[in-house]
């Protein structure tokens, strides 16, 4: 079965730009990026959009469909109000290069600011010993596939261009909370520098990373609350600290 539906979709860059409507044909069973891919073969040959495995494991396909952020390669065409015109945009919170490809560097430069895991000294690879619910803690933080649609949805940067230098965004504290939770990491702080230099005390827990997140990844409950009662029981009291890496090992 085949129909045509009605697509309007973000065309413009950096200056501006508007929806441009477009009639296009849908088949049965397709996904969003099945109907844009369409596009750029019949009426929109110069429609710019970043995309890579179309399985919903490369996080290169975000937008924002009907208003609410997904990756295109992973909505179905059934789950939209039949009938009704399909709206494609860029994600809001990072800067248009052209039509539905946004610059996401913001997120790179965030993750080059948290140290990375480094073991206690001594420790050789091959040698590390950890739980099974502490290896669980941090499979879950690592299905991350970095669509970066946590980032984009959180409410702290979505219209607030000015917040950007002082918070690291849901994906870059979920990962300092993996670190800080880690029982082989040595970095001091993690926690107290997430709160100070990450803006983790930015976040009021409105769960909207967690809610777009397609891997289902409980950003919110798992990594940002945890990693904030850690903040305040090191501000308190730093031999927690010490005390959580020597029991946990
Ligand atoms: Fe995407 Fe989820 Fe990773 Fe955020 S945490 S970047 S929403 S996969
Ligand atoms: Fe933003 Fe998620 Fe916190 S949406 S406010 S980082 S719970
Ligand atoms: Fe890879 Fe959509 S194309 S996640």
Redo the contacts with the bound molecule.
């Keep these: 079965m085949s129909w045509t539906a009605e697509f309007r979709v973000w065309r413009g860059d950096a200056e501006g730009g508007e929806l441009t409507p477009y009639q296009v044909e849908v088949n049965e069973g397709e996904v969003v990026l099945d109907v844009v891919h369409r596009l750029q073969a019949t009426a929109a040959p110069d429609l710019a959009v970043r995309w890579n495995c179309k399985a919903g494991k490369c996080?290169s396909c975000s937008a924002e469909i009907n208003g609410r952020p997904r990756l295109m390669c992973m909505t179905r065409m059934s789950v939209l109000p039949p009938g009704e015109p399909v709206t494609i945009t860029p994600m809001r919170t990072f800067p248009v290069l052209k039509d539905l490809v946004t610059d996401v560097s913001f997120n790179y430069a965030k993750a080059r600011e948290i140290p990375s895991f480094t073991p206690p000294e001594g420790l050789r690879p091959g040698e590390y010993r950890m739980q099974q619910e502490d290896v669980a803690r941090s499979q879950e933080f690592r299905k991350?596939?970095?669509?970066?649609?946590?980032?984009n949805t959180c409410h702290v940067v979505r219209d607030h261009e000015e917040n950007k230098q002082a918070f690291a965004g849901?994906?870059f504290l979920?990962r300092v909370a993996e670190l800080e939770m880690h029982p082989l990491d040595a970095v001091a702080g993690r926690a107290a520098t997430a709160q100070e230099a990450d803006g983790l005390g930015l976040c009021n827990i409105t769960k909207c990373?967690t809610e777009?997140?397609?891997?289902h990844?409980r950003?919110t409950d798992n990594a940002l609350i945890p990693l904030k009662e850690r903040a305040v029981d090191r501000k308190y009291d730093p031999l927690v600290w010490l005390g959580s890496k020597i029991t946990r090992r």
């Design positions: 996080g991350c596939i970095e669509c970066f649609l946590c980032q849901p994906r979920m990373c777009v997140c397609p891997e990844i950003i």
